[in-house]
């Protein structure tokens, strides 16, 4: 579910349901990176930002069309995540879809070359 404004499209809060840190995180480090992973570090600070959800914790941004992002879990005992979203212009949920897309390609990756890696060892270990 996104939480928005109709006319500010580059600013959403989405709330993941069934969802914990392990996704959250990662959604918020590809978020946070440029496709060629080289970027200048500029530490925000975000502390009670005026929005509905607060996120104080400190993030390292590169990507040039994220301004902030961050999550927080509402309760222990809920199954939900908030991603909150702030971008240069592009909507945010653009800019979200796009970060899920590059993070599935990264797992793809890491799961091919995991495999293979483990078959060679079998291989040479037999």
């Known amino acids: 579910m996104e939480h928005g404004s109709l006319s500010d499209l580059s600013a959403s809060t989405f709330s993941l349901m069934d969802e914990d840190h392990t996704l959250a995180n990662s959604v918020r480090f590809t ?10 570090f500029k530490l925000i600070l975000a502390f009670n930002c005026g929005h509905k959800t607060n996120f104080p914790l400190t993030y ?13 879990i509402p309760h222990p005992s809920d199954n939900k995540v908030n991603i909150r979203v702030q971008t240069t212009g592009d909507p945010a ?22 495999g293979k890696t483990v078959d060679d060892f079998k291989v040479k270990n037999q």
């Open 93 to 114: 949920k653009e800019v979200l879809k796009d970060a899920l897309e590059n993070l599935t390609r990264m797992c793809q990756h890491v799961r091919s070359t995991f």
């Open 60 to 72: 390292c941004l590169c990507s040039p069309r994220v301004v902030f992002c961050g999550y927080s």
């Open 31 to 40: 978020l946070n990176q440029e496709d060629n992973f080289s970027c200048h």
